[in-house]
């Protein structure tokens, strides 16, 4: 596997059900990135992981816990979701902050979330 | 409150000729802008940027465009090929090295062969 792989692709949840997000990165980054893409909407930066300790969370409801065990993985865990939560989870990584030096950010294929 | 926005939510352009994707932006603070390009089922990936020093930046068929008194920048694509059809993000942040970047919501183009 090369790049940021994300399972699963596709995944259907009830309101009532947990599950988890899963990305992992092959590139050596430091920083890992958790984005949502709603229809018609831009991509919003949910939160970010650098050294995997969370440094920014963009006001995400506590229905999204965000774990990051080490620096090439991330998970995303779900529990009870409401419909409008249904979107494309996009995972990033990069290289991390630094300074001036262009963060180029690598994104995985996405998970499409469909909630109940 | 959306701070980079494409209006354009498509465009067709033929095979060969230019396209054009435009963007604005409401945050003075940002200092580096970027366009990403994202096909079906892949994630979005990086093209070119620029930074706010600049107001061109050439890559090969790509130019991006920066006018900073209108917060405005511009990517042009000549010539263009049916493989550039996917959708073109724009995104900005506050200065390069920053983890927050704020995107549009995209332009889907598509070259007609």
């Known amino acids: 596997e090369t790049g940021v792989t994300q399972t699963p692709r596709h995944l259907v949840m009830g309101m009532t059900n947990k599950k988890s997000l899963k990305c992992e990165q092959h590139?050596?980054?430091?920083?890992m990135y958790w984005y949502k893409q709603s229809a018609k909407k831009p991509l919003e930066l949910m939160f970010v992981?650098?050294?995997?300790?969370?440094?920014e969370n963009n006001s995400v409801p506590s229905r999204f816990s965000p774990e990051c065990p080490n620096s090439s993985h991330l998970f995303l865990h779900l529990h009870t979701l409401q419909p409008e939560d249904s979107a494309l989870y996009l995972c990033?990584?990069?290289?991390?902050?630094?300074?001036?030096?262009?963060?180029?950010?690598?994104f995985g294929p996405g998970t499409r979330l469909t909630v109940l | 409150d959306q701070q980079v926005k494409q209006n354009s939510p498509s465009l067709s352009v033929q095979e060969g000729r230019i396209s054009i994707l435009n963007c604005d932006y409401t945050?003075?603070?940002?200092?580096?802008f970027l366009w990403y390009k994202k096909y079906p089922a892949e994630g979005p990936t990086f093209l070119i940027s620029?930074?706010?020093?600049?107001d061109k930046n050439e890559d090969g068929r790509f130019t991006v465009f920066l006018n900073k008194s209108a917060k405005h920048l511009s990517l042009h694509i000549v010539p263009s090929q049916p493989g550039d059809s996917a959708v073109y993000f724009c995104?900005?942040?506050?200065?390069?090295?920053?983890?927050?970047?704020?995107f549009g919501t995209g332009t889907r183009l598509t070259v007609i062969p």
């Open positions: 995104a900005a942040s506050v200065n390069p090295g920053a983890n927050n970047l704020f």
């Open positions: 992981y650098s050294l995997e300790e969370r440094v």
């Open positions: 590139l050596g980054h430091n920083a």
């Open positions: 990033a990584s990069s290289q991390g902050t630094q300074g001036d030096r262009y963060n180029e950010q690598f």
């Open positions: 620029i930074s706010s020093i600049k």
């Open positions: 945050n003075s603070m940002f200092d580096y």
